[in-house]
Every structure is written in structure tokens, then in C-alpha cells.
Antibody, heavy 117, light 107 residues
Framework: QVQLQESGPGLVKPSETLSLTCTVSGDSINGYYWSWIRQPPGKGPEWIGYIHYSGSTTYNPSLKSRVTISVDTSKTQFSLRLNSVTATDTAVYYC???????????WGQGNLVTVSS | EIVMTQSPATLSVSPGERATLSCRASQSVSISLAWYQQKPGQAPRLLIYGASTRATGIPGRFSGSGSGTEFTLTISGLQSEDFAIYYCQQYNNWPLAFGQGTRLEIK
């Protein structure tokens, strides 16, 4: 089974950019469908966006104007950038993937990102 | 945008009994429906995809059914490790969407 590991800061100031990286190990990055998902404290998950290993992306319209997801197959990593953050972006951010179309059987451990000055 | 609604919000069931959780989509998602289990401090765990196919390693006491807009997750013979929050997720249309969850608690 593939393993996922998120990395990035746990604290971001308002109006700045949140950046996270997901490192994939244990299997090829080419065989899965990858997404970023976040979960505010005490709430259900929210899908942020999807990336194919070719680099094609689809974003949640609610975040589309602020989100960029990219992939680096040579490093077996994919990344999230969310700009102009506010307190409402405080959440646990997960990278996730699956071999079945857009259901997620592999998840990172989660990275709590707090937006605060 | 498809909205996923789960009911009930909280379900109290005794160990050994059966739990039935519901998920409704605001429009048809065919069978593009997944169920997840989440325990405190952990990432969600995929239980069911394709509305009724168990993911690898998931015990047979978990079963999913439904199509279109109405879905059910049934857990038979509840064990102590099954008490958790359960989420449904549709992947038939963009944007992908999760329900708000059903908390399964010990009665």
C-alpha cells in the first residue's frame, strides 16, 4: 500500500500563502488519483482539488481562485498552495489518493494548519 | 453542486447489534458513492466504494447499498472498534462532496 506524508508549516499568518507538500512512497505516483482534502475542527471533510500525474487539475469552485495544486513526478510529490488565507482556512489538511476513481484508500496523517497572527 | 446529507447525526447502538446509517444526495450520483470511518485524531479510512464494494481489508460486517440518491451503510454485529464517525462521499460530479457525518456511539 502506498504511504503519504504531508509536510509544511503549522502556522500561517492571515493574508499569506499556505504551502504543503505530500510525499508518496511505496508505489508509483502514476497509478493513483490524488487530491487534497481539508477538515476544519469538528466538521466534515472538504475536498480542495484533484491532480493527475500528468499535471491536469480540477479544483473546488469554492476555493478555485486561491488554490494551486502541482505535481513533481521525479520527486514523487504533489503540492498545495492556498493564498490569501483567513481564519476560516484553519483545518487539518490531508493529502489522499486512490486506485479507484476518486475514492480515497490512502491518506496522509494530516497536517494541522492554523491561520493566526 | 451536489449536497450530501447524512442521517441521523448521532446513532446510539449496543455492541453486537446492527447499525444502519443513511446518506442522501441532492441529485443522482449513480453508484459513485464511498463510505469512510474516522476515529479521533486519525485520517478517514475507506470502507466502501462503488456504493457496495468493500475496500481491501474491510470486514464483512460492513455492507453498503443503494444507488441514485439514497444510500445505506449497514454494520452488523457491532464491535467496540466500530464506534466512530462515518462519512459518505460522492465522486460522480465535480466538486467531490462529503456528508456532514454520522456519529455512532455506544448505547
Amino acid at each position: 500500500q502506498v504511504q503519504l506524508q504531508e509536510s509544511g508549516p503549522g502556522l500561517v499568518k492571515p493574508s499569506e500563502t499556505l504551502s504543503l507538500t505530500c510525499t508518496v512512497s511505496g508505489d508509483s505516483i502514476n497509478g493513483y488519483y490524488w487530491s487534497w482534502i481539508r477538515q476544519p475542527p469538528g466538521k466534515g471533510p472538504e475536498w480542495i482539488g484533484y491532480i493527475h500525474y500528468s499535471g491536469s487539475t480540477t479544483y473546488n469552485p469554492s476555493l478555485k481562485s486561491r488554490v494551486t495544486i502541482s505535481v513533481d513526478t521525479s520527486k514523487t510529490q504533489f503540492s498545495l498552495r492556498l493564498n490569501s488565507v483567513t481564519a476560516t482556512d484553519t483545518a487539518v489538511y490531508y493529502c489522499a489518493g486512490g486506485q479507484q476513481w476518486l475514492s480515497f484508500d490512502s491518506w496522509g496523517q494530516g497536517n494541522l494548519v492554523t491561520v493566526s497572527s | 453542486e451536489i449536497v450530501m446529507t447524512q442521517s441521523p447525526a448521532t446513532l446510539s447502538v449496543s455492541p453486537g447489534e446492527r447499525a444502519t446509517l443513511s446518506c442522501r444526495a441532492s441529485q443522482s450520483v449513480s453508484i459513485s458513492l464511498a463510505w469512510y470511518q474516522q476515529k479521533p485524531g486519525q485520517a478517514p479510512r475507506l470502507l466502501i466504494y462503488g456504493a457496495s464494494t468493500r475496500a481491501t481489508g474491510i470486514p464483512g460486517r460492513f455492507s453498503g447499498s443503494g444507488s441514485g440518491t439514497e444510500f445505506t451503510l449497514t454494520i452488523s454485529g457491532l464491535q467496540s472498534e466500530d464506534f466512530a464517525i462515518y462519512y459518505c462521499q460522492q465522486y460522480n460530479n465535480w466538486p467531490l462532496a462529503f456528508g456532514q457525518g454520522t456519529r455512532l456511539e455506544i448505547k
